[in-house]
């Protein structure tokens, strides 16, 4: 397919009127072509109007279609095949597995969400029949179902150029949800997301929706994205990236006459808990699989495990010899791109020159401009809970162990910590009592909380929470990836004592999507 550089606004390709955006293989400093010429206010009002027209029409469509359309777009997605892979390798750096396999990251979490559709336990089905001899009072029938929100503006994140991107986890979630989809295409990647884009148009079309329900756009600074968030039509927001460009957004979305959710991942140090008998009868594992996880993408992922806490003494010491050896063997990884690798090296300068912080470790530095030479620091507690920057995510391969008196100041500092997508806990049998003492804390701190494993690794399903407290998200009560995702492009609509002419197909008496609905009280089929 050859890429045309231009914005996809429903079934059109238009070209822009803005700067230029052209990517830079980050491996090799190379500029790909070819350019992709920035929207406008103007290019967002074409978009937002096409959404809006198709929004009535998409969030009615049946159970089986929308799902169809889902799988579509992820056969759509393979078709394009080796093209795909080798762009997104060229425009972010990682490797070719790394990408095969966020393709079927991607593809899965679409066939995923139209499972979830056809099942339509989302619809949320409650049915409170009519009770007219009732005293003192009767009762009225009422009958609720969740409906689409209406438009969503999607950002593609840097890290993820395809499964947190054009046809990731935001988008996919709140298609399946019924709402049309404007994303904003990251500038690191543009000719990956002009592929994908181009799929999810063809399926549009084969599936014969309005060709509002998908558009892409590009645009180099705030322009769009503020056009977007702004845009009276638009009805939510999904985000993943920065705390400063999330809350930007967050702010923007609540000045409007109506505010909308903004659903933002921000940042995220992902602290790791070694507790005193796991640590003792593993240290040097524990410091070596620690390593691994760190250095996992370049640490570029939203869960890397930017901090270690635990109790001082010679098990620690074990544990960071072990990882201060894997540290130094590790080899100089691509970042993603040349301003990811700029505010890399500055926030590992500014964590290096805080008060109190020891450097334990520097991995191996790389042949060009644009790699990550992973760094491993070492504080105390007292000079943790005393500093700001010590808190700060440094989004790379960076971490901080941080050396506690005893289990009350691990929890002091657990107490303190921001809000968090992870915590872990490294334990055994005979931790038990120490772990208990900690989970009403992390509870309150973290979206997910997990036990001898490493945070790294999402997986798309059912159960999973990827998401948190602030600044982890801008909203604690959501998460972006597994099937729960659908929730937050939804909101809840009460019928009473409409005649069954006017009920939706999800409420009539008869059932006729065979849903799972509580009738009463009571949960049926």
Not at 98 to 125: H, K, N, P
Not at 256 to 269: F, N
Request: proline share 5%; charged share 20%.
């Amino acid at each position: 397919m050859a890429l045309e550089g231009k914005l996809l606004i429903g079934q059109q390709s238009v070209s822009g009127t803005r700067a230029n955006i052209q990517a830079t293989n980050p491996a090799t400093g190379e500029t790909l072509d070819p350019a992709y010429v920035g929207g406008d206010r103007s290019h967002v009002e074409q978009a937002a109007a096409l959404a809006w027209d198709a929004f009535d029409t998409y969030r009615e469509t049946s159970l089986e279609a929308r799902a169809s359309f889902l799988e579509t777009i992820a056969s759509e997605i393979e078709a394009i095949g080796d093209e795909l892979i080798e762009r997104a390798v060229a425009e972010s750096g990682l490797p070719r597995a790394r990408i095969e396999g966020e393709r079927g990251r991607t593809c899965g979490q679409l066939r995923l969400f139209a499972s979830v559709v056809r099942a339509g336990e989302w619809l949320d089905v409650r049915i409170d029949p009519a009770l007219p001899d009732r005293q003192p009072l009767p009762r009225a029938d009422l009958r609720q179902r969740h409906i689409a929100l209406g438009p969503v503006a999607v950002f593609g994140a840097s890290n993820f150029p395809l499964a947190f991107s054009v046809a990731g986890g935001d988008t996919a979630s709140a298609l399946a949800a019924g709402c049309p989809v404007i994303v904003k295409g990251h500038s690191a990647h543009p000719g990956t997301s002009e592929l994908v884009g181009r799929a999810i148009q063809k399926a549009v079309k084969a599936c014969n929706l309005p060709e509002g329900v998908f558009s892409l756009l590009f645009g180099a600074g705030n322009e769009i994205g503020q056009a977007l968030v702004t845009d009276a039509r638009i009805q939510a927001v999904g985000f993943t990236g920065s705390r400063s460009g999330g809350m930007a957004l967050v702010e923007a979305a609540q000045a409007r006459p109506q505010p909308i959710p903004v659903y933002a991942e921000m940042s995220s140090i992902n602290p790791v808990f070694l507790l005193p008998e796991a640590l003792k009868a593993n240290a040097q594992g524990l410091g070596e699989a620690f390593v691994g996880s760190l250095n996992m993408g370049a640490g570029q992922f939203c869960t890397n495990p930017g901090l270690v806490v635990a109790v001082k003494g010679s098990d620690l010491e074990a544990f960071t010899q072990a990882a201060q050896k894997a540290v130094e063997q590790s080899g100089a990884q691509t970042m993603l791109t040349p301003g990811i690798h700029r505010a890399y090296e500055q926030g590992v300068t500014a964590l290096g020159g805080e008060a109190g912080v020891r450097e334990v470790a520097r991995g191996q530095t790389g042949e060009n401009g644009y790699q990550c030479q992973t760094g491993l620091f070492a504080t105390s507690a007292e000079a943790f809970l005393s500093s700001k920057v010590m808190q700060e995510e440094v989004f790379g391969a960076s971490s901080l162990i941080i050396e506690c008196q005893d289990m009350a100041e691990v929890k002091k500092v657990a107490e303190q910590l921001e809000g968090q997508l992870t915590a872990t806990l490294h334990m055994n049998d005979a931790d038990i009592d120490a772990a208990k003492a900690l989970i009403p804390t992390l509870e309150r701190k973290a979206g997910r909380i997990l036990a001898n494993g490493w945070p790294t690794g999402v997986e798309v399903c059912h159960a999973m929470v990827h998401g948190g407290p602030y600044p982890s998200t801008s909203d604690s009560r959501s998460t972006s990836v597994g099937s729960a995702a659908i929730k937050r492009f939804l909101r809840p609509v009460c019928y009473q004592s409409l005649p069954e002419a006017l009920l939706p197909e999800a409420l009539k008496e008869s059932n006729p999507l065979k849903v799972s609905r509580l009738v009463d009280g009571k949960r049926n089929a």
